[in-house]
């Protein structure tokens, strides 16, 4: 009666705790308002954590270093990797046999045993007696191998060390493709830099000017024609100015995200002399051989093959037959027993013959998919030398616009300088050196926007190729040595990939003797851009 009445408070109990453990999993815990508040400063804090400060104007290859040592989904890549090589050092573990020790205790309520029947007679010939005590404890050692499961481990180790590899093609075109955003942002952003100051002064001078002609168009000092059309020629310059303005102050911005830059932290960009862009003349058959051997999705595609193969594989290994060894040592406190402590060696090959009708499907879904997988292949290769062609001509288009940009230039600043010319010894002339004024700096807004759409097409080409242009290690590096490795890789895929003809001499800006905007220099770095 006791035992019973135990018994049932003890499933009262374990009852009563299963029911409360599966209310308390069933139920939804939604974060509090303070551990949100919590993590968002947390999140806040680690984005902008350990970045080294801004001590000097940034170069184009320092953007890019800061944008690759801090990016976000750069480092995302880097973790990725590391995850899929302790993966790699997981699997390798199970190739090893299995050495599985285990202790336990039994008990039962009555005791074991059993008495000997006559098989003709069915007479009883012993009483019943019992070679087992109702408590005792196991103790086993056992060392269990197979060749199945050692086969199935091979093969995912394979696949493993594949992944690894398909991470890091995954991580090499993040690379490229912030250094691209770094290239297109970068230059448009020291446009912005150069000519913002300039812009501010000239919208004064076009504001006094709109007076001026209106104030003279009134008093009949100029045609109402020609003051109507100097009016209207301000007013689209004033315009086409606004416009590259703002577009070129968003660069900025851009930028400063680039390179994880905390908010509200001011930075400058190195105004150097200009780089040459490379010229167009590029051998496309070269240039499309290199994107098939360094694109990250051709090569990522390529490690997947294999990685399909590995599953045909295991299935494969699946249809031999196996064979397992076992050795284990064995300790039972039986006290009855006349050998408590034993050794054991167990062999056991074992086959299903039924394996063999699998065989030939086998052999037709691995032929399949090998064909699957090079048609993929090759349907993205298609893709990659349509990008390397479509990358040559938006560059060589870009080339020709970047000309005609300088060009006319050129021209507008040589109309200026006779404008100029002209108002010092006629007032009359003092409203067409305004309008030459402005024609000349959306000149030279125009001519940064074509320059950085160059560099944007220089960049698209590099992209399309695949190339890499950084160190292997990123972490290890500060900001100036990264720097410096970018840009001597850089300049060494350009020697050995693009350089079809000697080095061009450096473009300069045309300069204007009596102008104060001429006096600053073209961008020299909107030559680097990648695709």
Not at 199 to 204: P, Q, T
Not at 351 to 370: E, R
Request: hydrophobic share 40%; net charge neutral; charged share 25%.
């Amino acid at each position: 009666m006791k035992r019973s009445c135990r018994r049932s408070i003890l499933l009262a109990i374990a009852s009563t705790l299963l029911g409360t453990a599966c209310t308390t999993v069933t139920t939804p815990q939604p974060f509090t308002a303070e551990q949100i508040r919590q993590r968002a400063a947390e999140d806040r804090r680690d984005i902008y954590n350990g970045q080294e400060p801004v001590a000097h104007p940034i170069t184009f290859y320092e953007a890019a270093a800061r944008a690759l040592k801090y990016n976000l989904d750069y480092r995302l890549k880097l973790m990725e990797s590391s995850l899929a090589r302790n993966l790699v050092d997981v699997t390798q573990h199970e190739m090893l046999p299995r050495l599985v020790a285990g202790a336990g205790y039994t008990w039962r309520s009555n005791d074991s045993g059993g008495t000997s029947v006559g098989i003709e007679d069915g007479q009883v010939s012993l009483r019943p007696s019992t070679s087992e005590q109702r408590y005792h404890r196991l103790a086993d050692l056992n060392l269990t191998w197979s060749t199945l499961d050692f086969l199935v481990a091979y093969e995912r180790t394979q696949q493993k060390a594949d992944q690894v590899l398909m991470a890091e093609e995954r991580r090499r075109k993040v690379i490229q493709n912030v250094l691209q955003d770094v290239r297109n942002a970068y230059w448009r952003a020291l446009g912005a830099q150069r000519l913002i100051g300039n812009v501010d002064g000239l919208l004064a001078k076009v504001n006094d000017g709109l007076k001026n002609a209106q104030e003279a168009e009134e008093k009949g000092y100029l045609p109402r024609a020609q003051a109507l059309a100097y009016q209207r020629a301000l007013l689209d310059a004033v315009s086409l100015l606004s416009t590259r303005r703002q577009d070129l102050e968003l660069a900025r911005a851009e930028l400063a995200a680039l390179m994880s830059l905390p908010p509200g932290v001011k930075f400058e960009l190195a105004d150097g002399p200009e780089l040459v862009m490379p010229r167009d003349r590029f051998d496309v058959g070269a240039l499309e051989q290199a994107a098939l051997e360094n694109r990250p999705e051709v090569m990522e595609e390529w490690y997947r093959k294999r990685v399909s193969e590995n599953d045909i594989k295991i299935a494969k290994a699946e249809l031999w037959p196996n064979l397992s060894v076992d050795l284990g040592g064995h300790y039972d406190s039986n006290d009855l027993l006349y050998n408590n402590v034993w050794g054991a060696v167990g062999v056991r090959v074992s086959y299903n013959l039924f394996n063999l009708i699998k065989k030939p499907a086998l052999d037709a879904a691995q032929d399949a998919q090998n064909k699957v997988s090079d048609m993929r292949r090759l349907s993205l290769s298609m893709a990659v030398l349509t990008q390397v062609r479509v990358a040559v001509q938006r560059y060589h288009l870009a080339r020709e616009q970047l000309d005609f940009a300088e060009r006319s230039m050129r021209v507008d600043g040589r109309m200026r300088d006779f404008a100029e010319a002209s108002a010092r010894v006629s007032a009359d002339s003092k409203l067409e050196f305004l309008r030459a004024d402005a024609r000349w700096l959306l000149a030279q807004y125009q001519r940064y926007a074509a320059y950085s759409e160059a560099q944007a097409a220089w960049g698209r080409l590099y992209n399309s190729i695949g190339l890499d242009v950084m160190p292997e290690q990123i972490a290890t590096h500060d900001v100036e040595t990264l720097a410096a490795g970018i840009e001597r890789t850089l300049q060494g895929w350009e020697q050995q990939t693009f350089q079809t003809q000697p080095p061009q001499p450096p473009i300069q800006a045309p300069e204007s003797p009596v102008s104060r905007i001429s006096q600053m220099s073209l961008p020299a770095q909107l030559i680097s851009d990648r695709p």
